[in-house]
């Protein structure tokens, strides 16, 4: 089994819709989000009745991480992780001149550069030496676009907010997938490309360019590094620990879900919900089923497996939900 990890760039920005909104998005794409999207533009070029992908996810030989930023410099490319969900720490001042820590600005920070992660864990325990993180990927833009009617009637103007990256930033992601299947992957995402990522992809958001050869992981030492964020994912992501940080949406197994335990009970849930739009699931617009998952960022005593779910509910064919994760194992605790 192998992790290649691919860098995206979106020359007309992105729309991740918030709780169903065109007027706000998110800045990165949720691991089930683009499973989803990717398994839809698979079973466009293969056909329905190929199926590969399932079996290969079902035997947990496919599993993809969150779409997360990177930034370029002119020397190399840093990673960003999601930044583990931890409870808020006392921050101590004694008379040394300790190091004065916005509280504020720490909750802003989504992401934190792979290589930073240890000091930050650092920083949890003592409260000082907060690591300096540049989290500027782009900004988001309040776009107005019109909307056609069908019967004849006077247009309508709506908003809907897209995030434009910076020239050097984008989202790159993880897959692990058998190395017999990387070219197959890669035409799909390839076809993904010119069909887009998200909402409005009509309007050219969501499309994306590959950049460069896909980034090979095997937990060997690199013959070129990039930079130190290659390196403490490519090691951390073959790590046996007793701390791993989740890199994609999950969605627990059974008897996890009984053993669940989130060091410092640091997690978000997110709800999946919302119709499915699809002549060959129904002629007319259907309710899928709902589910809640654990977003990338949480923090477990044990390395989660998850599931693949399907959310059908009356329609003509299987909506699968990815939950099954991409963890690195991580150092945090008493002895970190």
Do not use: C
């Not at 676009?145 to 050097?168: A, H, M, P, Q």
């Not at 490309?193 to 690199?222: E, N, V, W």
């Not at 497996?305 to 008493?334: C, E, F, Q, W």
């Amino acid at each position: 089994m192998t992790y290649l990890l691919y860098k995206l760039k979106f020359p007309n920005g992105i729309h991740i819709g918030v709780n169903s909104s065109l007027e706000s998005t998110n800045t990165t794409v949720s691991s089930d989000i683009f499973y989803s999207a990717f398994y839809a533009e698979y079973i466009r070029i293969f056909g329905e009745n190929d199926r590969e992908l399932f079996q290969l996810t079902e035997n947990d030989e496919f599993k993809v991480s969150d779409l997360l930023p990177f930034k370029e410099t002119e020397t190399e490319t840093a990673f960003y992780l999601p930044k583990p969900f931890v409870n808020d720490i006392e921050i101590k001042q004694n008379n040394d001149e300790e190091q004065v820590i916005d509280r504020k600005k720490i909750k802003k920070i989504n992401y934190i550069r792979a290589s930073r992660l240890k000091e930050y864990f650092k920083f949890l325990k003592t409260g000082k030496k907060f690591p300096e993180i540049d989290d500027n990927f782009g900004e988001k833009e309040l776009h107005i676009k019109n909307k056609v009617s069908r019967i004849g009637e006077d247009t309508e103007l709506y908003n809907i907010e897209v995030f434009k990256f910076n020239k050097d930033s984008g989202l790159y992601f993880i897959v692990q997938l058998p190395k017999r299947w990387q070219e197959k992957f890669e035409n799909v995402l390839e076809s993904l490309s010119l069909t887009g990522i998200g909402g409005k992809r009509s309007a050219g958001y969501g499309q994306f360019s590959i950049t460069d050869d896909a980034m090979i992981f095997d937990g060997k030492d690199f013959d070129i590094i990039e930079s130190e964020d290659d390196k403490f994912i490519n090691e951390s992501l073959y790590k046996e620990s007793e701390k791993y940080l989740l890199l994609s949406s999950y969605l627990p197994q059974k008897d996890e879900i009984e053993n669940i335990k989130i060091i410092e009970n640091g997690y978000q849930l997110i709800k999946r919900s919302g119709f499915v739009n699809s002549p060959k699931y129904s002629e007319n617009p259907q309710k899928r089923k709902q589910v809640y998952m654990i977003s990338s960022g949480a923090i477990f005593n044990f390395k989660p497996a998850g599931r693949l779910v399907d959310l059908k509910l009356h329609g003509n064919h299987s909506i699968y939900r990815m939950g099954k994760p991409i963890v690195i194992g991580v150092t945090y605790g008493k002895d970190s």
